[in-house]
Structure formats: C-alpha cells, structure tokens
C-alpha cells in the first residue's frame, strides 16, 4: 500500500496530464509499479470489486455394507444385498489465501445412524456460495485382483469392502515397500478407450492409458510408477507371482522380472474403475495403483436424497487433472506431490479409522476431521504450485468488473507485462506475464493486418 499522501500526489500527476512513464521518473519507480499506483488511484472512489470465491473442498465418505453368499467369485451384488448405503462422514474447505477452515462431521449418534442429512446442509450452503470449487483407473473387468483369502478375483465381480493384497504406495528413502491389506472404497463399471500391454513371458494385460504400472527404473533397483500411455517396449515390470486356481496350491508362486514387447490401443471395453484403501493392489500378478478424485456427483446424489434444489452453478478445478495434463509425476496422489514439493502432508490414517468412525467412536471421528482439515492445507498448497499452469479453467477476468485494464485470468492480478507472442495456425496474439502467479494468458485482437490476414494459406486437413 502507498500513504494517503502520496496517493494524492500521484492523483495531481495525472490531472496534469502526466503519463505512466512520467509519474515513473518523478517517483523513481519501475514502470509496471507506476502503472499499478496510477490503477490504485484510479479505483480508490469506486466501489470495492467484488473477487471471485475460490473454495477448497473435500469430503470423506463411509464404505458400504453388503450381505453375501461366499467370496462372491462368480456372483455380482443385487441391489437387495446392498443393506447399509455409504454415506458422507465429514467435509472441510476454506476460501482461498483465508485462514478459517470450515467443516463439520456426522455425531457418534448420526454414524450409528448412518444419517448425514445435518452436515449435508450445512455443505449445501457453503457450496452456494462459491463460484470455483477445488477438489483433488482402471483395468479390464476380467484381470485377476489378488484378495487377502488368497483367490484371484475377476476385477469386474469385486465390490466395495473387499479386501485385497496392496502395498505401501510410496516408499521412504531406505525402506522397501511393505505388503498392506487394501479395502476397496469403489466400485463400477464402465466403457473406456484401453491399451495392451504384452509381456516376454506371453502375459496380455489391458488397463486404461492412464493407469499407473510400478516398472522398475532403467538403471539400478529402484521403482518407479509409470502411466501405460507412457510405457515403451523394453522397459522391464517386475512380476511379484503368477495367479493360481486355487489358495491350496502354492505351485508357480514366484518372482521374476519381464520385459514389455508390445504396446497397443485396442478400443473401448468395459472396465473396472476401482478405489482402495491403500491406492494399490496386485492384478494379473503385476503391482497396480488406483487414483482418488473428487467426484461433485457423490455430493450432489446427497443433496437430491435429502431435498436440497441444485447450488448455484459453479466452477470445478480438479488438480489431478490438471497435473495429469502437464506434468509425468511418479505418482499423482495427492500425499505424494506434497511429498515432491515439500508442502503441507496428508495426515496418516488406516482403514481402522474409518471402521471406528462407523461404530460412533468420537475420538476416531474427531480425527477424522482432523484429517479432512488437513487435506485442505495440503490441497491449497498443491493448487497454488500448480496455479501458473492452469489453462483450460475459469477466467476469474469474467468474476470481475475491470474497465481500467488488463488482469491475469488465472489469478486476477493486474500486474501484468508483455511477454512474447501466442500463434494458431491463422493468427497471432499478444502474450502477457503475471508477475504475481507467473501464469501466462494472451490478448484477444489479432496482430495480423488485414492483408497478411487475406494472403495466410493454411496446412490441408490430411
């Protein structure tokens, strides 16, 4: 901020006429800071402009409860097996750059219950309010996925509340991955485009190209988590054992190390999108991971059980998403890039916790909170690394009535330089930098003239 008095002697400055350029030699200032106090002076007799609200939010669910005959091998859950629904535990958020973080959980007496309809409410009207909200894989329905009974069941027959063979999914420096039980928080099936993957030792397995493989690094005995998208052939995945038929028969239980000889798009099939516990499981015999997103349509199949009409449209920014688009991190769970940044951690948790909560334990609950507060720090963290390179999102420009000047769409800052140029294959535009995000957006007037405009010849469509 600049003193009253100053203000007014910059207000003089430009009655006289005085440019940006002139008020910047007078004060002996940079140019962009003469132009940013002209700006301040210009608006202090106006209305304050309304920013955006930006909301930070999660949600923490409980599993659901299902009867059945068996392990289920070669059955599928009826909807009269489904006896107790999920439901939301808990939620948290905060408005960006504030330092309250709302939320609000179930009571011991609501999880016993199983009724979130109160803190629903309270979600609903937080939600209203917001014109952003930032919220933080699959294989083919028939790939074997290890259970803890030791059977290999089709990925398609699973359901939520199995219980898998998983792993730690990232290792500490020094300390190798430990086998962890991995409870399946999600369950469906849908069609998606997928890829094969063909090993040396003739093993076929299709995924979707987003699905994360544990390969072993080209170097050394590291692991690394690789997308198949971007798999080569000649990279080496470790097999850690070979199905069997039955938990009797220990025949063929082995580890070895096979080389990828073939990759390949093989159209839409259908596919098992899974959640677990852990983010990880053994399928075909080879490690895999799962990501967590946030889904607005849990929340909103909430809000129409329980009567509430639709909040107010809002924007949606999906960090994953957004760090899938740009960036080829190990791994894309959120505990991780924390980690890689060396930002605000997850807090641990296990799948006791949320047993706990489901049995009205309020210790537990109150960790839970915790934990989904927590979320939000690390969360915000997260979107502010990643915020200069945001591109398909909402122009926060639209949230804001600037007459007086350009503002950086990303962040809404009006401190703002020139920077380079943005080319399509028919014109060209202005590009600007940010100098408070350092995000990059372009102007929208064409640089080309007229006549450079009538004699451009493009590139054929094929």
């Not at 003469?34 to 202090?44: D, E, F, G, P, S």
């Not at 809002?314 to 959120?334: E, P």
Request: proline share 4%; with cysteine; net charge positive.
């Amino acid at each position: 901020m600049i003193s009253e008095e100053k203000q007014n002697q910059i207000e003089g400055m430009i009655e006289n006429g005085m440019s940006a350029e002139d008020v910047s030699n007078k004060l002996k200032v940079a140019i962009q800071t003469a132009r940013r106090y002209i700006r301040l002076v210009k608006n202090r007799n106006k209305e304050p402009k309304r920013a955006p609200k930006i909301l930070l939010f999660d949600i923490e669910t409980a599993m659901m409860s299902i009867w059945v005959w068996g392990i289920l091998y070669k059955q599928k859950p009826q909807n009269h097996q489904i006896i107790e629904d999920w439901f939301c535990l808990s939620w948290a958020g905060k408005w960006l750059f504030d330092d309250e973080i709302m939320s609000d959980i179930v009571t011991p007496e609501e999880a016993l219950k199983r009724d979130d309809n109160r803190i629903m409410g309270s979600m609903w009207k937080l939600i209203d309010e917001a014109d952003i909200v930032i919220g933080h894989n699959c294989v083919e329905e028939s790939t074997p996925i290890l259970t803890t009974n030791l059977k290999w069941i089709p990925a398609g027959k699973l359901k939520v509340g199995d219980s898998l063979v998983g792993f730690t999914e990232n290792k500490s420096r020094n300390t190798p991955r430990q086998i962890r039980e991995s409870i399946v928080t999600h369950h469906s099936i849908e069609r998606r485009k997928c890829m094969k993957v063909t090993f040396s030792n003739g093993d076929e397995v299709i995924t979707t190209p987003e699905h994360p493989w544990l390969k072993l690094a080209p170097k050394g005995r590291d692991y690394r988590w690789c997308e198949t998208k971007n798999l080569k052939v000649g990279q080496r995945v470790n097999k850690f054992m070979k199905p069997w038929k039955e938990d009797t028969s220990f025949e063929g239980r082995f580890s070895s190390t096979e080389t990828i000889t073939k990759i390949e798009h093989v159209g839409e099939k259908k596919v098992a999108v899974m959640g677990t516990s852990t983010k990880t499981y053994f399928a075909a015999g080879y490690p895999m991971h799962n990501s967590k997103k946030f889904d607005h349509r849990k929340v909103n199949a909430r809000f129409i059980k329980y009567g509430f009409n639709p909040p107010t449209p809002y924007r949606i920014i999906d960090t994953i998403k957004v760090a899938k688009k740009h960036f080829a991190f190990t791994s894309y769970s959120l505990d991780y890039l924390c980690e890689y940044f060396n930002i605000r951690r997850k807090l641990p948790t296990d799948y006791n916790l949320w047993k706990k909560c489901l049995q009205g334990d309020a210790e537990s609950l109150k960790y839970m909170q915790d934990y989904n507060k927590q979320d939000i720090l690390s969360l915000e963290d997260l979107f502010l690394k990643l915020r200069p390179y945001l591109t398909s999102v909402p122009n926060l420009g639209l949230y804001i009535n600037n007459d007086d000047g350009k503002m950086c769409p990303i962040c809404s800052s009006e401190d703002i330089i020139k920077e380079g140029i943005y080319t399509t294959s028919v014109s060209v535009f202005q590009s600007y930098r940010c100098l408070n995000c350092g995000g990059i957006s372009r102007g929208r007037n064409n640089l080309l003239n007229k006549e450079k405009m009538k004699n451009l010849l493009v590139p054929t469509a094929r």
